[in-house]
């Protein structure tokens, strides 16, 4: 028998709330359900950028520095930094700058000492994280090159649109819909919401396992003499 050939599956918002609502069983409600499961899924997906790094979230962004100014405002989208390196010009020999604390370089004595960078901190504000450079940039060629994670996407319509997700991931975003939404619908036996629970974490457990890097990591530990 013959396979398909193509790869193109996916579901759009409307299948993903159609497939959770069977799910959770007994009569569908209608009304403003598809705006509650619209919420719903928007809050597990940031749910799932607190449990961990979602490897799709993350890109690369190039920064050229300004002489005597030791901050770096990232945009709105971006949640945090994960490697940040510094080269002297494009397509130039790159090197990583050190992450420190927001609390340690708060503490350096002599934040405005001049130089190449090779530390920084991150303070995640509310919205638009600042970047913190030590030492403070001597020049306006050095180019930073930061490892940004940023937010997942809005969903915000249910026909036409898919999730800020990759395909494999559709399996936990359809069951953790289908908890979420049991948790809202009357008439749904605890038991039921406590199974629909149980099959959610497992499946969102094997797809956070999987989307990580192939590679080995190695830790060093950083000893400081008091």
């Given at each position: ?14 299948e ?9 069983g007994g009569e ?6 598809p ?31 300004v002489?005597?100014?030791?901050t770096v405002?990232?945009?709105?989208s971006?949640?945090?930094a ?13 090197t ?7 609390e ?51 969903v ?6 898919n999730?800020d ?5 559709l399996p936990c ?14 008439g ?6 406590n ?8 499946i ?6 999987e ?7 190695y ?8």
């Open positions: 028998m013959a396979t398909s050939g193509t790869y193109n599956f996916n579901l759009d918002i409307d993903i709330i159609q497939e959770a609502t069977e799910m959770i569908e409600t209608l009304g403003h359900e705006a509650s499961a619209r919420r719903s899924i928007n809050l597990m997906l940031n749910d799932w950028q607190n449990r961990g790094i979602l490897l799709w979230s993350t890109f690369t962004t190039a920064v050229t520095v002489a005597s100014t030791n405002s990232l945009a709105d971006v949640s945090d994960l490697v940040v390196t510094v080269q002297t010009s494009a397509g130039g020999a790159e990583q700058l050190t992450r420190i604390s927001f340690e370089f708060n503490v350096l004595p002599n934040k405005f000492q001049t130089g190449r960078a090779t530390q920084y901190a991150i303070k995640r504000n509310l919205s638009n994280p600042t970047l913190f450079l030590y030492p403070t940039p001597n020049n306006s060629t050095d180019i930073l090159n930061i490892e940004a994670i940023r937010q997942v996407e809005d915000n319509k249910s026909a036409g649109q999730a997700a990759p395909v494999r991931f975003l359809t069951a953790g819909l289908a908890y979420y939404l049991s948790m809202k619908r009357t749904v036996a605890e038991t039921r919401i199974m629909l629970k149980t099959n959610y974490e497992e969102l457990v094997r797809a956070m396992e989307d990580k890097e192939r590679a080995s990591i830790f060093k530990p950083k000893l400081r003499t008091v």
